[in-house]
């Protein structure tokens, strides 16, 4: 009882300074533990055979609406309270619930937005993948962060869903010389998609390796059987076969199908992994594939195998679409009025892989984002631009047709920016723009 009174004492003291009565913990501790030892039962299940590393184990699951974090071991900071054999704490202002690998109080965590998948075997791959997500340097895999625009294009996005197709058909196949021909089929899709077109292949292999391969890695550990990991990578090509925005999901599929695939042939295939690997080359090494020197000539002789024609209508009405947004977006954009907020190297951000829209020129529009910096934290549900500049630094900037602006924070169409105490927004007159500045 008395653990039980000092952190809800511990929690009302927090509450007050962000406007909030917290009279009970928005994560049942008991079910938290439960997780945390899920996940301890995986690592310990893999004894580092699948990599030869040992998966990061420092976790914490944080309620998204408050920032309340409940972690399986004290912070090296000793700030947080033990209860019920876990530990809990509250992100700080400029610290945003994510999934992914963050440093909080000085210590790196597998970060897990709550509630996680009632789904054990989902629940499994969740907390595996970005366990590897924090643990993949030290195989020396990093991104390097290339751009590409090429998967807003309709024959890029035929090509990839036609590999996709080829590739469920290969991890389905009954025999060996289907399987063969579905996963040289998936390769000729692939190869004519890179071919002549390097920055192509360099976004990809990089998505692939430093965020796909750690979905592969979430499959494998869940303590899924084999069967049940295969249909799981199925149902995964099929969910992004039918994204509207494939640019931050597509990797997930792609790897963990290439690794399972791979896993099929040559157990081994793991350890040659570098920051240069090519997962379809990989492939074409193990299986043993001759693709010809020119692979969109037979490519159009094999799509038909795939349903292309449908792909291609389906392709043709969606840029149909897209070209409609991306106006509009300009129209928001493009020209003042607007607000334009600096991007800053202590910036934070959160987003929805599959709802992002990049604007060629101009950047790229984010349909619903959580972002902080020094002038605050931002809350978008319709719409963000992230601005590009050849010759100037990178900016946010926010429709600003409808604002209103006061003391302590300024509202828009579909955004709400609360103020770091420091800083508010000013009107220059002359261009048009509101920008931040300090008060």
């Given amino acids: 009882m008395r653990h039980r009174f000092v952190l809800l004492l511990m929690l009302l003291i927090m509450a007050q300074g962000h406007g909030q009565d917290l009279t009970a913990l928005p994560i049942d501790l008991d079910q938290a533990r439960q997780y945390f030892d899920e996940a301890q039962t995986l690592r310990r299940a893999d004894m580092r055979d699948l990599w030869g590393i040992r998966l990061h184990s420092r976790m914490m699951f ?197 690794g399972v695939l791979l896993d099929r042939r040559d157990s081994e295939w793991r350890s040659a992994i570098t920051n240069r690997s090519d997962l379809g080359r990989m492939t074409r090494t193990v299986y043993g594939i001759t693709l010809p020197d020119v692979p969109c000539a037979e490519t159009a002789r094999r799509r038909s195998m795939y349903d292309h024609a449908a792909i291609a209508a389906e392709e043709e009405a969606r840029h149909a679409i897209r070209t409609q947004r991306i106006a509009t977006y300009r129209a928001r954009f493009d020209e003042p009025p607007y607000v334009e907020l600096p991007i800053t190297g202590d910036m934070r951000m959160s987003f929805s892989p599959g709802e992002i829209t990049i604007m060629d020129d101009l950047g790229t529009v984010y349909e619903r984002a959580e972002i902080t910096g020094p002038w605050g934290t931002l809350a978008v549900n319709d719409g963000v631009l992230l601005v590009r500049r050849e010759r100037a630094a990178p900016a946010i900037r926010l429709d600003a047709h409808e604002i209103e602006v006061n003391e302590a924070f300024a509202t828009g169409r579909g955004w709400r920016l609360e103020f770091s105490p420091a800083y508010t927004i000013a009107l220059n007159t002359h261009r048009g723009i509101w920008m931040a500045r300090r008060k």
């Fill in 62 to 258: 944080v309620d998204p609406d408050n920032g309340i974090y409940v972690t399986n071991a004290q912070d090296r900071r000793k700030t947080l309270t033990e209860m019920n054999d876990v530990f809990v704490g509250r992100l700080g202002p400029a610290e945003l619930p994510t999934d992914g690998a963050v440093s909080v109080n000085g210590a790196l965590w597998v970060m897990l937005t709550w509630p996680l998948p009632e789904d054990k075997d989902i629940r499994g791959v969740r907390m595996m993948q970005h366990s590897m997500l924090a643990s993949q340097h030290k195989l020396g895999i990093r991104s390097r962060n290339p751009a590409s625009d090429h998967l807003t294009r309709i024959e890029d996005r035929i090509l990839i869903r036609l590999e996709w197709r080829a590739l469920h058909r290969a991890l389905q196949a009954a025999d060996d010389a289907t399987l063969a021909q579905a996963v040289r089929d998936a390769l000729l899709f692939r190869t004519c998609r890179h071919a002549d077109q390097r920055s192509i292949r360099d976004f990809e292999t990089d998505r692939e390796r430093s965020v796909g391969l750690a979905m592969y890695t979430g499959i494998r550990l869940s303590g899924m059987t084999t069967e049940d990991q295969i249909k799981h990578v199925c149902v995964m090509l099929d969910e992004v076969d039918a994204e509207p925005s494939m640019d931050g999901v597509f990797a997930y599929a792609s790897a963990a199908a290439y």
